[in-house]
Structures are given as C-alpha cells and as structure tokens.
C-alpha cells in the first residue's frame, strides 16, 4: 500500500540547517508529485514546495523560496528537503504529500522541526 514516512526533524539554532526525508514506498516517484507542507503552532497548514513527477520542476513558496531546496532520489524512492538558514518562525510539523494525479491523496505522519536557542 501507499505510505510515506518523514524523518531527519529535530532541534536545531536559528541559522542552521536540517535535511528532511520523505521515504516513499507503494508507487514510484515517477507516477506522482510530491509536495511538502507544514503546520506550526496554531497555523493554517502552509504548502512550502511541489516536486513534479513529469518533468522535475518544483514550486516553492515564497515563504521558503532561497532557503529551501526539494530534490529526489528516484531510485530510493526518496525525496528531500534541504532547510538552511533556519528561523523560529520555521517551527512546525513538517509533512510529506502525494499528488496522485487527482488531488493530494496520501500524507505522512509529519516530522517535527524546532528552531530554537
């Protein structure tokens, strides 16, 4: 069946980086797009970046757009998000999502970033 699983969220200073994983298993990364979003305390669920499945190109919200990098690896079935530069306000759950083709119809468990001193 269709999963994906984040990880690699932690604790890190304001400045710093972290690189979450969204491991995906049950269909290959070529037959959908994966988005990244997230929710920090008491927020909307914000979508922070797109990676298409037909030809690589990836959407990135304003919010995060210099600081932030999507990428996969096809043959791990893995995506990534690079997060540098890292701020408080970056607090939150992040989560990985499926785009099947008719909306977004799979979700990770999230994964929890805390940028703090």
């Known amino acids: 069946q269709v999963q994906l699983v984040e990880s690699g969220g932690g604790l890190v200073q304001p400045g710093g980086s972290l690189r979450l994983s969204c491991a995906a298993s049950?269909?290959?990364?070529?037959?959908?797009?994966i988005g990244w979003f997230r929710q920090g305390p008491r927020q909307e669920r914000e979508g922070l970046s797109c990676?298409?499945?037909?030809?690589?190109?990836?959407y990135y919200a304003d919010s995060v757009k210099g600081r932030f990098t999507t990428s996969r690896d096809n043959d791990k079935t893995t995506v990534y998000l690079q997060m540098n530069s890292l701020k408080p306000e970056d607090t939150a759950l992040y989560y990985c999502?499926?785009?099947?083709?008719?909306?977004?119809?799979?979700w990770g468990k999230g994964t929890l970033v805390t940028v703090s001193s």
């Open positions: 999502v499926r785009d099947g083709g008719y909306g977004l119809d799979y």
């Open positions: 049950g269909f290959t990364l070529g037959e959908a797009a």
């Open positions: 990676i298409s499945h037909r030809d690589g190109s990836i």
